[in-house]
């Protein structure tokens, strides 16, 4: 049986015998009585680490994007987004479901990033009719524009307008510790003027559980409310907080090998020809396909023991993560370009 080389995501990744070594070692209490040592400890690192105040771990990216908005905003406020963002697309509708938001999506620009004019121009003068504009949601590094990590300039630029407006920002950066590799500074100062970030350890950071939600610490006590109307408030959480220490501590610098091994991934697609993939600029690989069906190449990358995701109606997804090394994407080009030789209908 040949390995599998499983590329659909990042959060298929499985902690390494160190990260299990942490886990057993942690020390632990009941976290919804604030008794948890290193539920306490990691909270006051990513505070750090993010430049905020205070923070709450939570268990997914969901939950913690879900919570800022039910913290943000009051119900029938309005937020901003980006029309490919993950919010609006992957979160089952919550922000609207749950907090009772209007959701204004708003195009993304190729980068991941938006058009500071198509922003001005959706925030809405104060009017009987119309709901307030409260909230702007960004994303970086942004899984659907293909992992691209949105400068600093830029960040700057939509925040300093949301402020000028009223509005707060708040930073999905599932992945923003990729972002911060890939452009050579802190999280901290790609988050400096948002009002709140959120991150997940289970993705790039290789944990098995678990994102976390920095900002203000009244805004966090108030979030912690909310964690606890989800249900999200977990007893000895202390086991995936100590996955997540252990995380910051030894696989950040690490994410520089995984972006590599996707532009070298990249560039053996795009080599085979029947595939157009974008130039990474963290770990994720999109590819529209544009010869045969999408569904048929998945087909036969997985009978060859290469797992990708549809990604859109002819484009497929690949990420690179802590369980894929430079030899096996190497292998990976070599079973596609086997596959490749009779394209499939
Ligand atoms: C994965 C992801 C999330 C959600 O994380 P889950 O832990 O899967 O709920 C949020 N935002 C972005 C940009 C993501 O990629």
Redesign the pocket.
């Known amino acids: 049986m040949t390995r599998v080389i499983d590329l659909r995501s990042d959060?298929v990744s499985k902690p390494t015998e160190a990260m299990r070594r942490a886990i057993a070692a942690a020390e632990v209490g009941d976290d919804v009585f604030g008794d948890d040592p290193t539920v306490n400890r990691l909270e006051e690192m990513a505070a750090g680490l993010s430049g905020k105040e205070a923070a709450l771990f939570v268990a997914?990216?969901?939950m913690a994007?879900l919570v800022a908005v039910m913290t943000h905003v009051r119900p029938g406020e309005e937020i901003l987004l980006g029309d490919q963002s993950?919010i609006f697309n992957y979160e089952v509708a919550g922000a609207a479901r749950i907090a009772l938001a209007q959701p204004h999506a708003l195009r993304n620009l190729p980068g991941g990033g938006l058009d500071v004019a198509e922003v001005e121009a959706a925030i809405r003068p104060p009017n009987l009719h119309t709901p307030r504009t409260t909230l702007l949601c960004v994303?970086n590094t942004h899984?659907r524009c293909g992992g691209a990590a949105i400068p600093v300039s830029h960040m700057d630029e939509l925040t300093a307008l949301a402020h000028r407006n009223g509005l707060r920002v708040h930073l999905?950066g599932?992945?923003v510790f990729n972002a911060g590799v890939a452009l050579g500074v802190p999280v901290a100062r790609i988050a400096r003027d948002c009002d709140t970030v959120s991150f997940?350890f289970?993705?790039g950071l290789g944990c098995p559980v678990g994102?976390i939600l920095c900002g203000p610490a009244g805004f966090i006590a108030e979030a912690r409310r909310h964690r606890k109307l989800l249900g999200g408030g977990m007893r000895q959480a202390g086991f995936l907080a100590a996955a997540a220490i252990h995380a910051l501590e030894h696989n950040i610098e690490r994410l520089a090998g995984d972006h590599a091994n996707a532009r070298r991934l990249a560039e053996g697609l795009r080599a085979l020809g029947p595939f157009a993939p974008n130039t990474p600029e963290t770990n994720i690989v999109v590819a529209d396909v544009l010869e045969g069906s999408l569904e048929g190449w998945l087909k036969s990358f997985r009978e060859a023991g290469v797992l990708a995701v549809a990604f859109g109606p002819q484009r497929l997804r690949m990420v690179t993560h802590i369980n894929i090394t430079a030899g096996d994407v190497e292998e990976a080009l070599r079973r596609i370009e086997r596959v490749a030789a009779a394209i499939p209908a």
């Open positions: 959060t997914s990216g969901t994007n993950h994303e899984n999905d599932a992945r997940c289970s993705k994102s």
